[in-house]
């Protein structure tokens, strides 16, 4: 499936909301969903296969689309979710 970077950010945004605390907080891509949204570490999973149904593809285990491991261990601003699961779309449709 080939999403633009708005639809992408529709499709995370309304994710997020499903999974969050925090449905009135506006969301864009430098929303930080650990700070604004009362999501953790622990919510990531959660998101990642709710993400996997909504763009069918799959996200590796090791792959937590809230937490960013390099250089240094931080929570992903919405931007970088979005440009994470653009990356991952596009490279399971090459694989295809």
Same mark, same amino acid.
């Given at each position: 499936?080939?999403?633009?970077?708005?639809?992408?950010?529709?499709?995370?945004?309304?994710?997020?909301?499903?999974?969050?605390?925090?449905?009135?907080?506006?969301? *864009?891509?430098?929303?930080?969903?650990?700070?604004?949204?009362? +999501? *953790?570490?622990?919510?990531?999973?959660?998101?990642?296969?709710?993400?996997?149904?909504?763009?069918?593809?799959?996200?590796? *285990?090791?792959?937590?689309?809230?937490?960013?491991?390099?250089?240094?261990?931080?929570?992903?601003?919405?931007?970088?979710?979005?440009? +994470?699961?653009?990356?991952?779309?596009?490279?399971?449709?090459?694989?295809?």
């Amino acid at each position: 499936m080939t999403l633009s970077k708005a639809e992408m950010l529709t499709q995370v945004v309304d994710a997020l909301k499903e999974i969050g605390d925090e449905n009135d907080i506006a969301i *864009d891509m430098t929303t930080n969903p650990m700070k604004s949204l009362g +999501l *953790d570490s622990g919510h990531g999973p959660t998101f990642a296969c709710e993400m996997e149904v909504r763009l069918s593809i799959k996200i590796d *285990d090791e792959i937590n689309p809230l937490v960013a491991d390099e250089p240094q261990r931080r929570s992903r601003t919405v931007g970088e979710i979005v440009d +994470l699961l653009l990356d991952l779309c596009k490279k399971q449709e090459v694989q295809k």
